[in-house]
């Protein structure tokens, strides 16, 4: 019960990390027509906007019945 626990939960977040690492190397690492993304997405961020990182570091667990 406690392994089903933990991967109902560490699966999708791992999914959702790997998916947020792919996106992210994309934009920092962007050739020609995604350098404009970047930098209008930088632009409106301001320093203290954590919301592409809050699932990680805001994380509260929950138990799965």
Not at 5 to 23: D, E, G, M, S
Not at 51 to 65: A, E, I, Q, S
Request: zero cysteines.
């Amino acid at each position: 019960m406690i392994f089903q626990n933990f991967q109902a939960q560490h699966i999708p977040r791992t999914a959702k990390v790997q998916r947020n690492a792919r996106t992210w190397g994309e934009m920092l690492h962007a050739d020609d027509e995604l350098i404009l993304l970047r930098g209008t997405t930088f632009q409106a961020r301001t320093l203290d906007d954590f919301t592409g990182t809050d699932f990680l570091y805001g994380y509260h667990k929950k138990l799965v019945k």
